[in-house]
């Protein structure tokens, strides 16, 4: 069965602080891994997958396959990072997208 | 180009009723899912339309059904509404296997 876990429901730092927003999944085969996040009032949107192996907004997340954890990571969090994180796994695509499996998303409070 | 518009913002039924929602997706897109997120929830996926054939579709009852019309923009049709399909509902675009762009939702509250 396909299973995103967020075990954290929220997350609160201070400012400066290093953030990691925790992520588990369950999946027979190879997935793709990604996070998104929604900012108060705004639609969701991407902010990395893990096969383009990008750091967003200083945001990173390393595909650890051995123990199914996709964590995104931080070093100094920053106010304007307070928001909805979700993650997010999909199947291979093979020409076209395939569906979304959502965890419960965390919120993090980043405190001035 | 406005990205994915979803059409209505709020909408409110009464139980046993039927409704539909629209979306339209960014340019150049040409597949359409639609995700259902309940309250304190992810977005959960409900089906997926591409070339306006049904090519994915998610744990729901046959409740649930769409539409891809011939310009890609596609509805979202729920029809007997219980109280438990009170949710947001988002659209996502994309073309081919590349990122999924979603709308601002439509909020559905069953009554």
């Known amino acids: 069965a396909q299973r995103v876990t967020q075990p954290e429901k929220l997350l609160s730092v201070f400012k400066g602080a290093p953030v990691e927003l925790k992520c588990n999944y369950s999946?027979?085969?190879?997935?793709?891994l990604f996070w998104y996040v929604q900012y108060s009032r705004q639609r969701l949107q991407l902010l990395l997958r893990?096969?383009s192996r990008e750091s967003i907004k200083g945001f990173t997340a390393d595909l650890n396959k051995g123990e199914t954890s996709f964590h995104l990571k931080k070093p100094f969090a920053q106010e304007e990072d307070s928001a909805m994180y979700y993650c997010?796994?999909?199947?291979?695509?093979?020409?076209?997208?395939?569906?979304?499996?959502f965890g419960k998303g965390t919120k993090l409070t980043v405190n001035p | 180009d406005a990205g994915v518009t979803q059409s209505p913002t709020h909408l409110i039924k009464t139980r046993g009723q039927q409704v539909t929602l629209r979306c339209s997706p960014k340019?150049?897109?040409?597949?359409v899912s639609w995700y259902q997120q309940a309250l304190g929830q992810g977005p959960q996926f409900i089906f997926q339309?591409?070339?306006?054939?049904?090519?994915q579709r998610g744990n729901f009852p046959d409740r649930f059904s769409g539409h891809q019309f011939p310009n890609y923009s596609s509805e979202l049709n729920v029809n007997a509404l219980l109280l438990g399909d009170s949710a947001l509902y988002l659209c996502?675009?994309?073309?081919?296997?590349?990122?999924?762009?979603f709308g601002p939702g439509t909020r559905l509250t069953v009554t």
């Open positions: 893990h096969i």
């Open positions: 999946y027979s085969g190879s997935p793709e």
């Open positions: 340019s150049g897109h040409d597949t």
């Open positions: 997010a796994l999909s199947g291979t695509t093979q020409g076209g997208s395939e569906k979304l499996v």
């Open positions: 996502a675009s994309s073309f081919r296997g590349n990122e999924q762009y």
């Open positions: 339309y591409y070339e306006e054939e049904e090519r």
